[in-house]
Every structure is written in C-alpha cells, then in structure tokens.
C-alpha cells in the first residue's frame, strides 16, 4: 500500500510501548550545498558514464523511456532530466505492514521516521551463550522469527540466516515460510528466484485471504541487488522486475565499498551508491509505474591491510546517515545498513561498534535501518545474544531519536512551584503520571548495587542476553498462521518444507 502524503507524527506514547517510527533528523552529516553536489555528479555519471545493463528487457524498458542503448557495451546513459522524471514518479510513502492487532507492527517508510530491525543474510549462527560460529540452518530462520517477536524494540524481521541445508531451488519459500509461521512483525528478504518470487506472494496472498488484500496491507517485502559500480546483473534485474510487476514492495540497494568497488573518499562513495541506488528505483518504476520502492544503501569501507569489507566502521554509519539526507532530497522511503560489528563475540567492541552506528544512523532519519539486530563478524554470523543485546540497543538509539520535548506540561512549572526550595517530585502526581514514558527502562542493563549484583551471581552483559535468548527459546512453539491456511500452503506451495508449518 503506498501514499504520496507525509509521514504522520505520533507524539503520545502509552506506558509500556516500544518506540517505532520516530522523526529523526537531528544529525546531518552533509550540508544542503554537499546534497546538490552529491546530486549535481550523480547526474554527470548518469549522462556521461551511464550504467551497464545486461539484461536485455531492462534495457528496451530505459530505451523506450529515453535512454541512450550502447547494445555493444549493454551500457545505458541517462538525460539528468528523464532520471528526475522517473525518480519523481516513486512513491514518497510506502507501508510495511505486519499482521499485529490494529497495525501495531506497521511500518510508515518514509520522510524521517525510524524503524530498526535485523538483516540479512549471514551463513553461520551463533547459539545462545556460545562464542563459536556453525553453518547456519533453516531451523535458525525459524527460531531468530521467534526471537524478533518476543523482542520489542526490534520492529520488524528481515531474514537474516540463509538455511545452508536447502538447496538453491527451495529457499525463498522456506526462508519466508518459515517467518510467516512464527512472527507477526513485517518479513523482508533477498529472493533468489523468479519461481521463487511467485511462490512466496502466492503463500502470502494466502495468508491475506486474497491478492487485493496482501497489496492493501503488505506484510511481506523483498530484496533484490545491483553490483557496484553501475551495473545491473541480468539475473537480479529479472528478480527487480518480477516483484515490480507482482506489485509487492522492492528494495535495489548498492554496496559500494571505498577502496574497492568505489573511490576511496567518503564522498565519491556516495555518488556511486546514489546512482546505483536510483538505477534500482528507476528500473522498478518503468516495469510497474507507481510500484513501492525503497532507495537503499549498505556502503561500508574496506580494511585497506587485506581489502576485507569492514562493518563495524564509524565511517559505515556516516556514509549512511548521509545517504538518509540523499534520499530525504530524492523525497524517497529510505533503507539504511547500521548496527553491526566486526567482533567475533559479543564484547566491549561488539557494544560501541553497533551503538555509535545505531545510534548515527538513526539520528539521521534512515527509515528502514537493517542490520540493526543480531550481527557480528563482518555480518557473516548471526548471533542470539546479540539479538538481545541490539534490543536493548534500539531501545536506547529510540529514546534519543524521540528527543526532548518542551511543552507546558514537560516544563512542570506549576509542579516546580508547589515544591518551592528545598522541594523534592518523589510523590508528584506529574511523576507518578510520566515516569514511565519519559525514561527508558532497559531490560538487559544492570542497575542495581554491587551487593545485589554479587548476590544474583554477578552477570555480565552476555551472560544476561544469553539467559534471556534460551528463556525464549525454551518457550512452547507455537504456529502463528491458522491450521487451515498451513494446511492449504504444504499443499499448494512446492517444495515447502512440512515441518515449518507444525
């Protein structure tokens, strides 16, 4: 479902509930001049250097628009003004939608509201209270679901584990058939197939009770990519083309890496990821006008001893606190990468990694932050204890995204002059009433004194997390489609795997 009006703001907050879909924008890593810079060589590239495109379909559709086709090279060269055209014809707005009670999991992608989550894909996991890694599995798929949903600062599920014990063909429905069943939260994910693609939405119109329904409220969106520098892969342009035309929203977003597949410049970064970044968009839009698009981003910077893509670099965050701006200029919804780490545990490291990038990012305004929840090692491992550890993360980066807010009922004058000098609040009405909104009450954190902490066997941090992932892990497994429907999909869906839908 997409809308062309502005994100809503919800200032009022019930005690209890997670903070999702804030207005960021406090931190601005470029300035206006920089943005129409940014823009002003992007559409130089677009021009002059253009971008290789091997599929021959998405080349007929840029030739038809306007485009200039280098059938030789397969390269493609744009007109500033037909890239602006096509851009302009994007959604501002589009919603993820979960499948909560009165749109509790939703999310409005778009202007400078924040929502966190995890992402993906690692190929190995990291069990509760372990520091070694093993081959990642489709039961992981499953059990993370599970754990995203007990979680309540992490707002949505993007498949974060591929299930290294199916084989290429029968992935995509699995890996979405498998989130379906144990979390209500909005899935999202990289697809590997055109079967694969149509599968999955035919699983998901499933669940919605019909097509119209599941394109009204979409709980499912999907990931395709571009390779850096400037060039569309024929198999990935297939994927873009085919969610495109299936009317479910897409993300084409670019990984430019500094050093390597882009200058080594912050800034020449960003205009490799924004031309690759609009490429998505634009092919999306000439396949299906109108169609829910994301602009994206996962640029990072390479470890310039072995060339090694790095994930836990502040540089990672600027580059895609900045690219928020870029997309905010592009009046565009916005997924950004942030929150991992290039720890191999879950340590000190671990911890200021992800927290300064979170935290980066967010204040930015990014829409749809990735990444945010569960990964160490470069993102080649997904960690359980690191779930609950980026939860208590996200609760913190939300509160300081929500800001302060001045009002007279925040200012408490009256309250300050009832109190008098020498005055205390302890047994205010005005306390009693806001205690529970206006301060984070982590879940993870210790705060009590050394002696009770002594007393309850002196936890650190991982040791908590890993209590707290085995809690929930320990609990019942519970479907959360109807019978009916996990009936209907182990009938009707091929290759799905029987056992996901107990």
Known sequence: MITKTKARINPERKSGMARRGLEGGQYKA???????????TSLRVFSDVGVQVNSREARELFKQAGASVDESRNVVTFPGELVMDIINGAPSIVH???????????CEIGGTRVYMGTGGTALNVQDPGSTESRPSELKDVMNMARVVEALENIHFYMLNVYPNDLTGENVDVNRFGAAFNRTRKHVMGGVYTVEGVRNVIRMAEM??????????????????????????????????????RQGIPVVVPSEPLCGATAPITLAGNLVIQNV??????????????????????????????DMKYLSGAVEMGMMNAAAAQMAQFYDLPYYATAGMTDSKVNDAQAGYESGIGSLMVALSGANFIHDAAGFIEFCMTASYD?????????????????GITVDDVSLAYEEIKKAGPGGHFVSSRHTRRY????????????????????????????????????????????????????????????????????
């Open 386 to 402: 690191k779930l609950v550890i980026d939860n208590e993360i996200i609760g913190m980066v939300m509160r300081a995204v929500e």
């Open 435 to 502: 205690m529970h909104t206006e301060q984070y009450r982590p879940q993870l954190s210790d705060r009590v004194t050394r002696d009770k902490w002594k007393a309850a066997g002196a936890k650190d941090a991982r040791e908590r997390a890993a209590e707290k992932a085995k809690e929930i892990l320990s609990r019942p497994l519970q479907s959360i489609l109807p019978e009916e429907v996990r009936t209907r999909i182990k009938k009707e869906i091929p290759d799905i795997r029987p056992d996901i839908m107990d």
């Open 276 to 305: 690759d970044s609009l490429s998505g968009i634009m092919l999306a839009q000439l396949t299906n006008p109108g169609t829910p698009t994301i602009y994206g981003c996962i640029s990072s910077i390479t470890d310039l001893g």
């Open 207 to 244: 669940i919605a009770g019909s097509p119209e329904n599941l394109r009204k409220r979409p709980f499912v969106s999907m990931v395709t990519c571009l390779v850096s520098p400037f060039k569309m892969d024929d198999h990935y342009s297939a994927l873009t083309m085919e969610v495109a």
């Open 96 to 106: 993820l939608c979960g499948r909560g009670e009165e749109g509790e999991f939703d």
């Open 30 to 40: 470029l300035t206006q001049k920089d943005i129409e810079e940014i823009h002003a």
